[in-house]
């Protein structure tokens, strides 16, 4: 009997050199800065469990759109957000223990300097004056610490 070692609960994924065929779905997330410098994520219930998990906002890339396509169409309904492609930055692709590895995650950064952002239409809404204050929650998504902390490396949020 063998055992097969645990993944890591993140995988980078170099675009580049990826087959992304291989995969299962794309998403284009995105943390969200607002006009006052605070974090926007939101809490949504864990599947099959009675906790919350925090994530950033976005959702699943369709067919026919390029990922900052996705990415602006979910921010607008999620966020009822203009979201202009120029202002974006691309953090990187991931993959997730969450989901086995099976799916890719784009993940950027965005700040609402124009107050576009007018609700929290899905799920409850979570603002952070801190980034510290992010990590210390239960629920905090893998793929997110890693985006928040590439945030901090580049200077988008402050340490």
Known sequence: MSILP?????????????????????????IVLDARGRLLLQERPERGGDG???????????GGETVLQALARELKEELGADVLEEDVKFL????EAF??????????????????VTGCY???????????DVFKHPGMMD????????????GYLRR
Do not use: N
Not at 143 to 154: I, V
């Open 99 to 116: 989901t086995d590895h099976r799916d890719v995650v784009h993940i950027h950064f965005w700040q609402d300097k124009h107050k576009t």
């Open 143 to 154: 793929y997110l610490g890693w985006g928040l902390r590439r945030c901090q490396d580049k």
């Open 6 to 30: 645990v993944a890591d609960p993140i995988t980078e994924i170099d675009l580049k050199a990826a087959d992304l065929s291989v995969y299962r779905q794309q998403f284009a997330d995105c």
């Open 122 to 132: 899905e799920w409850d809404l979570v603002v952070f004056d801190k980034v510290e």
């Open 92 to 95: 990187g692709a991931v993959s």
């Open 52 to 62: 919350m998990l925090l994530s950033a906002f976005g959702g699943r890339v369709e």
